[in-house]
């Protein structure tokens, strides 16, 4: 996001995480690839905040509420943030 207060709220979370031994968000996500986790990006979502496709990792779907919704229709587990 473009509104990230200076860099402030980046580092006081990557410095909780690291206080409490947990993995960077970079390594979690890693992971869950690996583990076969489908990653999908929302394009409206994506326009409201000014994201392009080049500043997002490899590896993620790109869709909308409709292609979400029809993709974890026969999932196990699904997680919308």
């Not at 995480?17 to 990653?39: D, F, R």
Request: aromatic letters at 8%; charged letters at 20%.
């Amino acid at each position: 996001s473009k509104m990230n207060f200076f860099g402030i709220g980046a580092k006081l979370i990557r410095w909780v995480m690291k206080q409490k031994n947990i993995m960077s968000l970079e390594e979690l996500m890693k992971k869950a690839i690996e583990s076969g986790v489908e990653i999908t990006a929302c394009t409206m979502s994506m326009d409201v905040m000014g994201i392009t496709q080049e500043e997002l990792i490899d590896g993620i779907n790109y869709g909308g509420v409709g292609q979400y919704l029809g993709a974890t229709e026969g999932a196990n587990t699904n997680l919308f943030i």
